[in-house]
């Protein structure tokens, strides 16, 4: 089975050209003032039109409250709606319901119990993401570049299909789904020539390579 590929963390229409046309299945756009991926408004209206129909929409937000969800939807209109801080189950799914779109949700892992919490989630988001937890202190509780280690996923079977993130590279993406099994990949900082600058070329080399690692688990109806 292809793996699916999410590129994060788009801002510009080149950027998000090169995404579609090296073949990624979702392309994500984040909505968190403190990232240097940060996109506003006017521009999340503008690439959600250009992307529509050609990959799956989705929009990234931090324990976003209503008001931002709204103009988030409302600007962007993404198909899929991405939870990457302490969202309880509750209310990712309550989300969900309320615009009608699917959800995925982030866990972040550094140990064996953080897979057992991410448990919580299986049923409560369509998909979940299983991403390196951050460091103490960082900025950012994603988009950081960092790897954790594959082998704590590897018997992670969760009924919804499930994608890998952190630190996830052109060179190393292949041997982290054939490590994991994981249905698919997110990437934002390992296709990025300086922190919120898309490369094209990796972006390319990135799918290519991801393409060639073997998902073992099907993908979930909602
Ligand atoms: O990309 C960001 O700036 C970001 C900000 C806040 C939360 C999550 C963010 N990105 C997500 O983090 C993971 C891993 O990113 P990286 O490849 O290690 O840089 C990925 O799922 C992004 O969607």
């Known amino acids: 089975m ?11 229409p080149e950027s998000l050209d090169a995404a579609i046309a090296a073949g990624a299945d979702m ?4 909505f968190f003032a403190r990232s240097p991926r940060h996109i506003d408004f006017a521009t999340a209206r503008a690439l959600g039109r250009r992307a529509r129909g050609r990959a799956t929409i989705v ?3 931090v324990d976003a409250d209503d008001a931002l969800l709204s103009d988030v939807v409302e600007a962007l209109d993404p198909d899929m709606l991405q939870f990457h801080g302490k969202e309880s189950p509750e209310r990712v799914a309550a989300i969900g319901a309320l615009y009608g779109r699917r959800t995925l949700k982030a866990v972040g892992v550094a140990a064996p119990d953080d897979l057992a919490a991410a448990g919580a989630y299986d049923g409560a988001a369509d998909f979940l993401l299983i991403d390196a937890k951050p460091p103490k202190g ?3 509780p994603g988009g950081n570049g960092l790897p954790f280690d594959w082998r704590l996923a590897r018997d992670f079977a969760p009924r919804r299909p499930w994608l890998l993130s952190g630190g996830l590279a052109p060179d190393n993406v292949a041997a982290a789904i054939r490590a994991t099994g994981a249905r698919g990949v997110d990437v934002s900082s390992g296709v990025e020539s300086a922190p919120g600058v898309k490369d094209e070329t990796r972006i390319a080399a990135f799918v290519a390579a991801a393409r060639t690692g073997l998902a073992r688990t099907p993908l979930g109806a909602k």
Do not use: E, H
């Open 138 to 140: 960082a900025a950012l």
């Open 2 to 12: 292809t793996p699916l590929v999410k590129i994060c963390g788009l801002s510009t």
């Open 27 to 30: 392309v994500g756009f984040v």
């Open 59 to 61: 929009a990234l937000t």
